[in-house]
């Protein structure tokens, strides 16, 4: 059975859980309070999830969900996550996690900076462009027509497919952006951000992207 650590358990992060477990994934997942505070999520789950710390959840995945405020980005277990595909939900909210001159300025991209942090990780983007309640409620089977499509990005061919392959799991179709230079295009504020959107129609939002905002 495929176990997902998820690091961060907000609305993404708790999400992607209830959907994973509905899929037959065990799950690990953790939060900044410890795992004692996820004793209801938890039991919401079922035997299939438990709580843990990040450093445990990284460890205990095959593959990994971070979804923290970017804010908080070195503090990812970079030991714990080494040589696994690692799915970044992260945003750049200035208001919340102060101004990022490389972000600001278009030189930067949030994933990029969570890769430089786990440089023994394969980063790829997910989840970041899609409204916490869509990953349950909006996804349909494949071939459905307009059936929603979500963007990857990564320097790994084998993160982006997986990432793929985990959308199509949760119903979505998928756009690959390319590297994660590119993944700007799906950052906050752009047209392709928590839009639903189908396969043609994200990407186009993704071709009318502004460099900066």
């Given at each position: 059975?495929?176990?997902?650590?998820?690091?961060?358990?907000?609305?993404?992060?708790?999400?992607?859980?209830?959907?994973?477990?509905?899929?037959?994934?065990?799950?690990?997942?953790?939060?900044?309070?410890?795992?004692?505070?996820?004793?209801?999520?938890?039991?919401?789950l079922g035997p299939q999830a438990r709580a843990a710390t990040a450093a445990e959840a990284g460890a205990?995945?095959?593959?990994?969900?971070?979804?923290?405020?970017?804010?908080?980005?070195?503090?990812?277990?970079?030991?714990?996550?080494?040589?696994?595909?690692?799915?970044?939900?992260?945003?750049?909210?200035?208001?919340?996690?102060?101004?990022?001159?490389?972000?600001?300025?278009?030189?930067?991209?949030?994933?990029?900076?969570?890769?430089?942090?786990?440089?023994?990780?394969?980063?790829?983007?997910?989840?970041?462009?899609?409204?916490?309640?869509?990953?349950?409620?909006?996804?349909?089977?494949?071939?459905?027509?307009?059936?929603?499509?979500?963007?990857?990005?990564?320097?790994?061919?084998?993160?982006?497919?997986?990432?793929?392959?985990?959308?199509?799991?949760?119903?979505?179709?998928?756009?690959?952006?390319?590297?994660?230079?590119?993944?700007?295009?799906?950052?906050?504020?752009?047209?392709?951000?928590?839009?639903?959107?189908?396969?043609?129609?994200?990407?186009?939002?993704?071709?009318?992207?502004?460099?900066?905002?």
């Open positions: 059975m495929t176990t997902i650590g998820i690091i961060g358990a907000g609305h993404i992060g708790s999400q992607i859980a209830r959907k994973a477990v509905d899929l037959g994934y065990d799950v690990v997942i953790s939060n900044s309070r410890g795992p004692e505070t996820l004793a209801d999520l938890v039991a919401e205990a995945g095959d593959f990994a969900v971070v979804t923290i405020p970017l804010k908080n980005y070195k503090a990812l277990p970079a030991e714990a996550l080494a040589g696994k595909v690692v799915i970044d939900t992260i945003n750049y909210y200035w208001e919340r996690d102060g101004h990022v001159a490389a972000l600001d300025a278009g030189e930067a991209t949030t994933s990029g900076l969570v890769q430089e942090h786990l440089a023994g990780s394969k980063i790829a983007k997910g989840f970041n462009h899609v409204r916490a309640a869509d990953i349950t409620t909006a996804g349909s089977p494949a071939g459905t027509e307009n059936r929603r499509a979500l963007a990857t990005a990564s320097d790994h061919k084998d993160a982006s497919a997986l990432v793929a392959r985990l959308y199509d799991e949760f119903g979505f179709d998928t756009v690959d952006i390319g590297p994660l230079a590119e993944s700007w295009r799906v950052e906050r504020d752009r047209p392709a951000y928590v839009v639903p959107q189908n396969l043609e129609e994200l990407q186009e939002n993704l071709t009318k992207a502004p460099r900066t905002i």
